[in-house]
Nanobody, 118 residues
Framework: VQLVESGGGSVQAGGSLRLSCPASGYTYMGWFRQAPGKAREGVATIDSENGPTYTGSVKGRFTISRDNNTNTLYLQMDRLIPGDTGVYYC??????????????????WGQGTQVTVS
């Protein structure tokens, strides 16, 4: 099973994008990104135990949400900056973890969607 992200693109600084990721049956879901030459990092996660969780650099600018009617995970990204450039991945898992949401392992991943901010 593989997730499929959509909604990436190229925008100018200050602009907005919304990423989507259809996925059903998963309790733990999140968005991760990888910038050129850098390790992949957790951006935002959501689950019923922890609620939404954000990495510090995106707090107040990004909003993670899930629509349980359409089984879709979203990431609304506002006030984008060049530092947000990277490939964004959707991830999901059924199992809980002892690790914090942004660093725990996820068993299912998407192929990624490119976000470029200039």
């Amino acid at each position: 099973v593989q997730l499929v992200e959509s909604g990436g693109g190229s925008v100018q600084a200050g602009g907005s994008l919304r990423l989507s990721c259809p996925a059903s049956g998963y309790t733990y879901m999140g968005w991760f990104r990888q910038a050129p030459g850098k390790a992949r990092e957790g951006v935002a996660t959501i689950d019923s135990e922890n609620g939404p969780t954000y990495t510090g650099s995106v707090k107040g600018r990004f909003t993670i949400s899930r629509d349980n009617n359409t089984n879709t995970l979203y990431l609304q990204m506002d006030r984008l900056i060049p530092g947000d450039t990277g490939v964004y991945y959707c991830a999901a898992d059924m199992r809980p973890s002892m690790l914090p949401p942004l660093v725990r392992a996820y068993s299912v991943w998407g192929q990624g969607t490119q976000v470029t901010v200039s």
